[in-house]
Nanobody, 120 residues
Framework: QVQLVESGGGLVQPGGSLRLSCKGSGLTFSAYTMTWYRQAPGKERELVAAIASTDGNTTYSDSVKGRFTISRDNAKNTVYLKSNSLKPEDTAVYYC?????????????WGQGTQVTVSS
């Protein structure tokens, strides 16, 4: 059974920092591209950052570029999202997703999400 479990969310003041973690089990973690998404109330889910399985290349949305850093530790089956200079508009539920293409089939798994609230 594949599981992705996020942690590290919470309440933080504007300008503060958080590190989110997403730990996988039941999958060959290193073979999966890992992506962080977020969804704010009343808004669509949006991609925040992604890290490739092969070469570790990273991608960021324009809204977080320069403030957030995605990384992975395959030995710990964990992907991280370090967020600095947080803004109220970063408030959302943050989800991690693992995806892998095997032949013509895509395997995709989601975590349950962790709430991040940026407020004074």
């Amino acid at each position: 059974q594949v599981q992705l479990v996020e942690s590290g969310g919470g309440l933080v003041q504007p300008g503060g920092s958080l590190r989110l973690s997403c730990k996988g089990s039941g999958l060959t973690f290193s073979a999966y591209t890992m992506t962080w998404y977020r969804q704010a109330p009343g808004k669509e889910r949006e991609l925040v950052a992604a890290i490739a399985s092969t070469d570790g290349n990273t991608t960021y949305s324009d809204s977080v570029k320069g403030r957030f850093t995605i990384s992975r530790d395959n030995a710990k089956n964990t992907v991280y999202l370090k967020s600095n200079s947080l803004k109220p508009e970063d408030t959302a539920v943050y989800y991690c997703k693992g995806a892998r293409l095997v032949g013509l089939k895509t395997y995709e798994y989601w975590g349950q999400g962790t709430q991040v609230t940026v407020s004074s």
